[in-house]
T-cell receptor, first 112, second 115 residues
Framework: GQNIDQPTEMTATEGAIVQINCTYQTSGFNGLFWYQQHAGEAPTFLSYNVLDGLEEKGRFSSFLSRSKGYSYLLLKELQMKDSASYLC?????????????FGTGTRLQVTL | DTGVSQDPRHKITKRGQNVTFRCDPI?????LYWYRQTLGQGPEFLTY????????KSRLLSDRFSAERPKGSFSTLEIQRTEQGDSAMYLCASSPRGAVSYEQYFGPGTRLTVT
């Protein structure tokens, strides 16, 4: 099976930088995704890592270390609209399927 | 491209009733997924279609649950004899053929409340 851990809640100030960590234990690893989910809405894709290293996309960056089973999502210049849940998800090889296994999500509260 | 759509958005039903949800994926996306999400949890995988073939089904999906994708386009998820534990958000996602990242695009979900 798969096990994915991320903090339940975080709070940060507008304009600051926040790092959300995710650790995973899985077999057949085939990529790690970060999704953003506002309350009552569908998850929206933020980033994808399959090789070690940092992927930068505007204010958001994601890092992966496969040997450590570790990823983080870095959010810079925080805005109030960044208040949301951030879901770490691992894709595993399973025949021809490419299902995602999600963590419980980290609820981020951005304050003034 | 109007994105993934789901219908209905909300469903309230009494325990023991049957319910059916529909998902229309992004056109030409050949992969379609169903997930279930309860409050404070991440989405849990239920089942996966590639075109019309159902290729994987989670153990979470009891005999009361069935999903179809008859023509490889829209999909339906039926729950028979609903139970209060079925109350959740049911999310549908699709992804395109041959995409490098296999990013999954989620629909807005159907929120089911079983009373």
């Amino acid at each position: 099976g798969q096990n994915i851990d991320q903090p339940t809640e975080m709070t940060a100030t507008e304009g600051a930088i926040v790092q959300i960590n995710c650790t995973y234990q899985t077999s057949g690893f085939n990529g790690l995704f970060w999704y953003q989910q506002h309350a009552g809405e569908a998850p929206t894709f933020l980033s994808y890592n399959v090789l070690d290293g940092l992927e930068e996309k505007g204010r958001f960056s994601s890092f992966l270390s496969r040997s450590k089973g570790y990823s983080y999502l870095l959010l810079k210049e925080l805005q109030m609209k960044d208040s949301a849940s951030y879901l770490c998800a691992v894709r595993v090889r399973a025949g021809t399927a490419s299902k995602l296994t999600f963590g419980t999500g980290t609820r981020l509260q951005v304050t003034l | 491209d109007t994105g993934v759509s789901q219908d209905p958005r909300h469903k309230i039903t009494k325990r023991g009733q049957n319910v059916t949800f529909r998902c229309d994926p992004i056109s030409e996306h050949n992969r379609l997924y169903w997930y279930r999400q309860t409050l404070g949890q991440g989405p849990e995988f239920l089942t996966y279609f590639q075109n019309e073939a159902q290729l994987e089904k989670s153990r979470l999906l009891s005999d009361r649950f069935s999903a179809e994708r008859p023509k490889g386009s829209f999909s339906t998820l039926e729950i028979q004899r609903t139970e209060q534990g079925d109350s959740a958000m049911y999310l549908c996602a699709s992804s395109p053929r041959g995409a490098v990242s296999y990013e999954q695009y989620f629909g807005p979900g159907t929120r089911l409340t079983v009373t």
